[in-house]
């Protein structure tokens, strides 16, 4: 395409000296990929290369994909965005507010004054936060163990609200909720309902949240940035036995499967002729969905795994049904409007619905993020424009 030696220049600056041990970025057009390059190796201390097939843990990235498996079933009439939640999943009725502390340190709780709905926990406003960001969440999880969603831990679902429902946006495990409503709405565990109506129809060979095998010489290693710039591999944890898949953030998958993803959307939710979703519902989740509220920035409670959060400083940004919308053009060329967000490790996706552009760009980098990857997003992001005028 014109204009790839601009973007393999860049993303080529962007790991040089070591700063990302490796990266994978693709991107599309309206008539098909664009671009499509891997750079530096899967682990800082290995030879082996990144390649385009290299498979990252997307974390977050997993959100957007529950989102369209639970809009699959609101235009089946299984679930609806504005039922109480509590009819699907019973457990939702015992739900607590967090007020606080008393002087023991034990926790302060009250029923909630509203109802979650599919809604509420689509654009993070239910009032379940992460403790990763949320300080008193983090202070709760700390007194009584509560486990982190990504553990798969079911008890992790047990969490109080930070506030009422409707109340204001905050990040947290409202998709792993809904993942689990799209499980009681359909009889079938999200990643057996993923593969049949979402990974196979599209063509998504290498997404699962089960780690496969044959994976075994294509996955990518995660590193921790040091004091001084430098990183770390981290030791891979062995996985441990999970209770549920957890729709917020359990997802293995390669950049040119989540391209894929993204590609169907900009199509009206089609692709290669295997419709996941109708034009009207991709519509529907790439508008405003959570009314005056607003994004607010994401202080750290956890630096290990995540700096200060705040992208488009400055802009007012809005959530769709699973999407980070940027009210005015980006700086590095994405329209008003565009759809967007990422994963821990630093993974990122764009999806710009005026431009018919979709980029995805993945490392295995924390804490999340990190300035040098989000600078190589930027620098990605600009050339990708460029060439495509």
């Given at each position: 395409?014109?204009?790839?030696?601009?973007?393999?220049?860049?993303?080529?600056?962007?790991?040089?000296?070591?700063?990302?041990?490796?990266?994978?970025?693709?991107?599309?057009?309206?008539?098909?990929?664009?671009?499509?390059?891997?750079?530096?190796?899967?682990?800082?201390?290995?030879?082996?290369?990144?390649?385009?097939?290299?498979?990252?843990?997307?974390?977050?990235?997993?959100?957007?994909?529950?989102?369209?498996?639970?809009?699959?079933?609101?235009?089946?009439?299984?679930?609806?965005?504005?039922?109480?939640?509590?009819?699907?999943?019973?457990?939702?009725?015992?739900?607590?507010?967090?007020?606080?502390?008393?002087?023991?340190?034990?926790p302060i709780l009250r029923a909630?004054?509203?109802?979650?709905?599919?809604?509420?926990?689509?654009t993070h406003t239910a009032g379940?936060?992460?403790?990763?960001?949320?300080?008193?969440?983090?202070?709760?999880?700390?007194?009584?163990?509560?486990?982190?969603?990504?553990?798969?831990?079911?008890?992790?679902?047990?969490?109080?609200?930070?506030?009422?429902?409707?109340?204001?946006?905050?990040?947290?495990?409202?998709?792993?909720?809904?993942?689990?409503?799209?499980?009681?709405?359909?009889?079938?565990?999200?990643?057996?309902?993923?593969?049949?109506?979402?990974?196979?129809?599209?063509?998504?060979?290498?997404?699962?949240?089960?780690?496969?095998?044959?994976?075994?010489?294509?996955?990518?290693?995660?590193?921790?940035?040091?004091?001084?710039?430098?990183?770390?591999?981290?030791?891979?944890?062995?996985?441990?036995?999970?209770?549920?898949?957890?729709?917020?953030?359990?997802?293995?998958?390669?950049?040119?499967?989540?391209?894929?993803?993204?590609?169907?959307?900009?199509?009206?939710?089609?692709?290669?002729?295997?419709?996941?979703?109708?034009?009207?519902?991709?519509?529907?989740?790439?508008?405003?969905?959570?009314?005056?509220?607003?994004?607010?920035?994401?202080?750290?409670?956890?630096?290990?795994?995540?700096?200060?959060?705040?992208?488009?400083?400055?802009?007012?940004?809005?959530?769709?049904?699973?999407?980070?919308?940027?009210?005015?053009?980006?700086?590095?060329g994405r329209s008003a409007g565009?759809?967007?967000?990422?994963?821990?490790?630093?993974?990122?996706?764009?999806?710009?619905?005026?431009?018919?552009?979709?980029?995805?760009?993945?490392?295995?980098?924390?804490?999340?993020?990190?300035?040098?990857?989000?600078?190589?997003?930027?620098?990605?992001?600009?050339?990708?424009?460029?060439?495509?005028?």
């Amino acid at each position: 395409m014109r204009g790839k030696a601009q973007i393999d220049k860049a993303l080529a600056d962007a790991i040089s000296g070591d700063r990302i041990a490796g990266l994978v970025a693709a991107a599309a057009g309206e008539h098909g990929p664009i671009y499509e390059s891997a750079f530096g190796r899967r682990s800082i201390d290995s030879p082996n290369p990144m390649t385009t097939n290299s498979v990252f843990r997307i974390a977050s990235m997993t959100k957007a994909i529950t989102g369209a498996a639970a809009m699959q079933l609101v235009e089946q009439g299984k679930l609806s965005l504005d039922q109480p939640a509590r009819e699907i999943l019973p457990f939702l009725a015992d739900t607590k507010v967090l007020l606080g502390f008393d002087p023991q340190d034990n926790p302060i709780l009250r029923a909630p004054k509203t109802q979650i709905t599919l809604r509420n926990l689509l654009t993070h406003t239910a009032g379940f936060v992460y403790d990763t960001w949320n300080a008193d969440m983090h202070r709760y999880a700390r007194i009584t163990g509560l486990p982190a969603a990504r553990t798969g831990k079911l008890e992790a679902l047990t969490a109080p609200l930070n506030f009422d429902p409707g109340e204001r946006w905050e990040y947290g495990i409202n998709i792993d909720i809904a993942g689990r409503m799209v499980e009681a709405a359909s009889g079938l565990d999200l990643e057996t309902y993923m593969q049949r109506h979402i990974f196979q129809p599209l063509g998504m060979i290498d997404t699962s949240f089960d780690q496969r095998p044959e994976w075994q010489d294509r996955m990518t290693e995660v590193h921790a940035r040091q004091p001084d710039g430098s990183l770390k591999q981290l030791r891979s944890a062995p996985a441990a036995p999970r209770e549920f898949y957890p729709g917020g953030g359990g997802l293995f998958s390669t950049a040119p499967d989540y391209l894929r993803f993204l590609r169907a959307l900009m199509n009206g939710g089609e692709l290669d002729g295997n419709r996941i979703l109708t034009p009207e519902t991709v519509a529907l989740m790439s508008q405003n969905q959570m009314g005056d509220l607003d994004v607010q920035p994401m202080p750290t409670q956890m630096p290990n795994l995540s700096n200060a959060v705040d992208l488009f400083p400055g802009m007012v940004k809005k959530w769709g049904l699973s999407f980070l919308i940027n009210t005015r053009t980006g700086h590095a060329g994405r329209s008003a409007g565009s759809l967007a967000w990422a994963g821990l490790n630093n993974t990122y996706y764009w999806l710009d619905p005026v431009k018919k552009v979709a980029g995805v760009l993945m490392t295995q980098t924390l804490p999340f993020a990190d300035h040098t990857v989000l600078d190589a997003l930027d620098a990605f992001e600009s050339a990708v424009y460029e060439a495509v005028g």
